[in-house]
């Protein structure tokens, strides 16, 4: 039985070959007695007094699965959710979110700020504005401009930023409605984005994104992220439309359909597929940890929620958008997970 998955990551698809100034060090960075970037040294400061944001920065999101409903969407509660909305939802997960407009490489709007992945900050006293690899781009005015009540809808919006002491803050409105959240929730154009960055310390960053749309919820949600400083490297471009297949000739069937094949398991053989497993996932590290409750595995990527895996063999597995196969040894204890995308299978090793 062929198991088609469809982990949307079009970055899979467009990760460079060959690279420029990966290895490059970067200038006026601290570095330990080993000669290692010291990323808990005290956080730089521009010549007013503020914390500095410039340099290349690594989201770091937690909890992404294969499927648009797997994202994590912060302390969003199902009942703060219009039912219209929470109906595209399900629409969305059922069909893996195909219809996401960012996989079709058009501007990925407010969800931005919560992606992983790399981005470039520059700072002036002025404005603040945020690369990234897709050539997106966000301008953040800082010079006590006020927020345009009625703008014009665009991609990526408006936004003004001031300091809370040492906290940036942003404020966005102005979005069009075209674009998704986290987890394929949708937003109008009443939607207003609220960020809060703080540096803590050379290398690391801390971020609080909230969305408030009385049109689509009834109450504002906010999503906690982290950044590490990306140190003795370059950001890369990778532009989506550039590469010639995007693997969505894969995206076939609806998520029900692993019900519909699943096969039954005995406890005794899933018990063996339980741990911790780690590798290398696009250009970072992963973690999937898997466990037991009743007679069903249990996935978590990367810290994230636990999502039920449904048997399609002995050893295969699917439900969250991507395949999980289990690789064993002699006694049939699990030595490692090959997690199944569109882009290729990723192996990851078995830790304990």
């Avoid at 990234?132 to 014009?152: C, F, K, Q, S, V």
């Avoid at 009834?218 to 490297?233: E, G, H, I, P």
């Avoid at 890369?236 to 359909?257: F, I, P, R, Y």
Wanted: some cysteine; aromatic content about 10%.
């Amino acid at each position: 039985m062929k198991i088609f998955t469809t982990a949307i990551v079009l970055a899979s698809f467009v990760t460079p070959l060959a690279a420029q100034w990966v290895h490059y060090p970067t200038p006026g960075i601290p570095h330990t007695a080993d000669g290692k970037p010291n990323l808990t040294a005290p956080a730089p400061r521009t010549a007013d007094g503020h914390p500095d944001l410039t340099g290349l920065w690594e989201v770091v999101t937690g909890g992404a699965g294969g499927n648009v409903g797997e994202r994590n969407t912060g302390d969003l509660k199902p009942a703060d959710v219009q039912p219209w909305a929470q109906a595209l939802v399900q629409q969305r997960v059922e069909n893996f979110g195909r219809d996401n407009p960012h996989y079709r490489c058009l501007p990925q709007g407010p969800v931005y700020a919560t992606l992983g992945g790399m981005k470039r900050f520059l700072q002036t006293p002025a404005m603040i504005v945020i690369l990234d690899d897709d050539l997106t781009y966000r301008a953040i005015h800082m010079d006590g401009r006020a927020l345009e009540t009625d703008p014009n809808p665009s991609w990526m919006g408006y936004s003004v930023g001031r300091w809370d002491g040492d906290t940036l803050v942003v404020e966005s409105f102005g979005y069009n409605d075209q674009t998704w959240l986290l987890g394929g929730y949708p937003h109008t154009e009443k939607l207003r984005m609220t960020e809060r960055y703080r540096r803590t310390d050379f290398g690391h960053l801390e971020l609080a994104v909230t969305f408030q749309d009385p049109g689509a919820y009834s109450k504002a949600w906010t999503v906690q992220l982290r950044a590490q400083l990306a140190a003795d490297t370059e950001l890369l471009e990778s532009v989506c439309n550039e590469a010639s297949d995007n693997g969505q000739q894969h995206w076939v069937g609806k998520a029900s359909d692993a019900e519909r094949t699943s096969v039954k398991v005995a406890p005794e053989i899933l018990a063996k597929y339980t741990g911790v497993y780690k590798g290398t996932y696009l250009r970072g590290p992963r973690t999937v940890e898997v466990s037991l409750s009743a007679d069903s595995l249990l996935v978590a990527v990367d810290g994230g929620p636990k999502r039920p895996l449904i048997a399609q063999t002995e050893t295969l597995f699917s439900g969250t958008g991507l395949t999980y196969r289990f690789i064993q040894d002699g006694p049939g204890t699990a030595t490692h997970v090959v997690e199944g995308h569109v882009s290729g299978d990723y192996k990851y090793e078995r830790q304990k």
